[in-house]
C-alpha cells in the first residue's frame, strides 16, 4: 500500500487522462517534459550504458495491414499508482504519496538503492548513472523552480509539482479557490492535439473527473493492481465498409 497522508474532502486529487485517438506521436509532451524538468541529455557514451532519462516516452505499435493498418501512439510517464510498488520497497522513504495523490520523490534523501526503480512495472522511474553535462548554451534554459538532479539518485515525472505549487500559492494570496484551469503540466499545455486532459479528480465537473469513471477508459498492466491515476481512452478503430474495401481510385489524365 501507498503511504497517503490524511487529506480534507477539499483537498483536490489530481489525474490524466490521455486520449489515444487525439495522439499523433509528434512527442511534443517529451520534449516539453524535459525543459521543463531539467532532464539531462545523455551522450552517446551514457546512452550505450543505458544511462538515458525519459520522463515521457511514446510507445508506438503497429497492427494490421493495407488499409487495415493501424499506428498507435501511447504517451507513457508515472502512471501515478494509488498503490504504487515503488514506494514500500524505498528503505529511507524517499518516494511516498502526498495529499494531492502524487508520487513525489524527495530527492535530498535518496541514496540510490534503485529499489523502486526494479519495483516499478511501467518503466516509469530512472537513476542518475552519471554527473550529466549541459552542454552550451542549453545551461542558460534550466528552470530555476526544479531541482537539478545528481549522480547517485533516482528521479521521475511529478504531474509538474512545481506549477501545482505555484498556482495555490497565487490562489491563496488572491484569497480564492483553486482553479483546475490554472494547473497544466508541461506535457498536457504543449499538446497540439490536446491529447493530455490533467485535472482534479474530486471534481466531478472538471475536464477530467467527469469522465474519470467512463467505460471507454483503461489502464496499463490492470492485472498488477496497481490503480493508476492515468487513464487512456482506447483508440476506437472505424467499422469496416464499403468505402474501406474499395479499390483505390485512379486519377484520370485528360488528354
Known amino acids: 500500500m501507498s503511504q497517503t497522508d490524511s487529506k480534507p474532502a477539499a483537498t483536490p486529487r489530481w489525474g490524466m487522462i490521455i486520449d489515444l485517438n487525439a495522439c499523433t506521436g509528434c512527442s511534443a509532451c517529451a520534449v516539453a517534459?524535459?525543459?521543463?524538468?531539467?532532464?539531462?541529455?545523455?551522450?552517446a557514451k551514457e546512452a550505450a550504458y543505458n544511462g538515458t532519462l525519459q520522463w515521457m516516452r511514446i510507445e508506438r505499435t503497429w497492427t494490421g495491414s493495407g488499409r487495415n493498418?493501424?499506428?498507435e501512439n501511447r504517451p507513457v510517464n508515472c502512471q501515478q499508482c494509488d498503490a504504487a510498488p515503488c514506494e514500500?520497497?524505498?528503505?529511507?522513504?524517499?518516494?511516498?504519496?502526498?495529499?494531492?495523490?502524487i508520487s513525489v520523490q524527495v530527492y535530498n534523501r535518496c541514496v540510490g538503492t534503485r529499489y523502486c526503480g526494479l519495483n516499478c512495472p511501467y518503466q516509469g522511474r530512472f537513476f542518475n548513472w552519471f554527473d550529466y553535462a549541459w552542454p552550451s548554451?542549453?545551461?542558460?534554459?534550466?528552470?530555476p523552480d526544479v531541482s537539478r538532479r545528481t549522480r547517485g539518485i533516482m528521479e521521475k515525472c511529478s504531474f509538474c509539482i512545481q506549477r501545482i505549487l505555484a498556482a495555490e500559492r497565487q490562489a491563496e494570496l488572491e484569497k480564492r479557490a483553486l482553479r483546475e484551469r490554472d494547473i497544466q503540466p508541461a506535457c498536457a499545455q504543449s499538446c497540439p492535439a490536446e491529447?493530455?486532459?490533467?485535472?482534479?479528480?474530486?471534481?466531478?465537473?472538471?475536464?477530467v473527473g467527469a469522465a474519470w469513471d467512463s467505460s471507454g477508459l483503461e489502464v496499463l498492466l490492470p492485472e498488477?493492481?496497481?490503480?493508476?491515476?492515468?487513464?487512456?481512452?482506447?483508440?476506437?478503430?472505424?467499422?469496416?465498409?464499403?468505402?474501406?474495401?474499395?479499390p483505390t481510385p485512379t486519377a484520370e489524365v485528360e488528354a
Not at 517534459?33 to 551522450?43: F, P
Not at 514500500?88 to 495523490?101: D, F, K, M
Open 137 to 143: 548554451p542549453m545551461e542558460v534554459q534550466l528552470n
Open 69 to 71: 493498418f493501424r499506428v
Open 33 to 43: 517534459c524535459r525543459a521543463e524538468n531539467n532532464i539531462a541529455i545523455a551522450g
Open 195 to 207: 491529447a493530455l486532459r490533467f485535472g482534479d479528480l474530486n471534481n466531478p465537473g472538471g475536464a
Open 88 to 101: 514500500p520497497v524505498c528503505p529511507v522513504l524517499a518516494t511516498y504519496t502526498n495529499a494531492e495523490g
Open 224 to 246: 498488477v493492481g496497481t490503480r493508476p491515476k492515468v487513464r487512456y481512452a482506447r483508440r476506437v478503430t472505424p467499422p469496416d465498409s464499403r468505402l474501406a474495401a474499395a
